[in-house]
Nanobody
């Protein structure tokens, strides 16, 4: 089992920044990738970004490219999401996800084995 604990959400004005953290614990010896997804009320879960654990390859969703940066600390088993130039449409619950398989397809939620509880991000206009 892997446990994921997110932190860093909150309320921010448009144009501001927030940094989310997600700490993984438990059986984390087989990490392939970690990702961030978000879900706004009445909408499907949306891919935000992922990072592969060994090579550090990153991929971003189109709506956040150039504004968000995902990074990792392998020693601390922690992934971060630096969010800059936030927009009201970024308002959502943000979820951290963990993949223990090397199947690829990390832009879809179905390949992830574990999920955090979610952290609310609210951007006011």
């Amino acid at each position: 089992q892997v446990q994921l604990v997110e932190s860093g959400g909150g309320l921010v004005q448009a144009g501001g920044s927030l940094r989310l953290s997600c700490a993984a614990s438990g059986r984390t010896f087989n990490t392939y990738a970690m990702g961030w997804f978000r879900q706004a009320p009445g909408r499907e879960r949306e891919f935000v970004a992922f990072i592969t654990w060994s090579a550090g390859r990153t991929v971003y969703g189109d709506s956040v490219k150039g504004r968000f940066t995902i990074s990792r600390d392998n020693a601390e088993n922690t992934v971060y999401l630096q969010m800059n130039f936030l927009l009201p449409e970024d308002t959502a619950v943000y979820y951290c996800a963990y993949a223990s398989g090397g199947t690829g397809g990390y832009t879809t939620p179905y390949v992830y084995d574990y999920w955090g509880q979610g952290t609310q991000v609210t951007v006011s206009s």
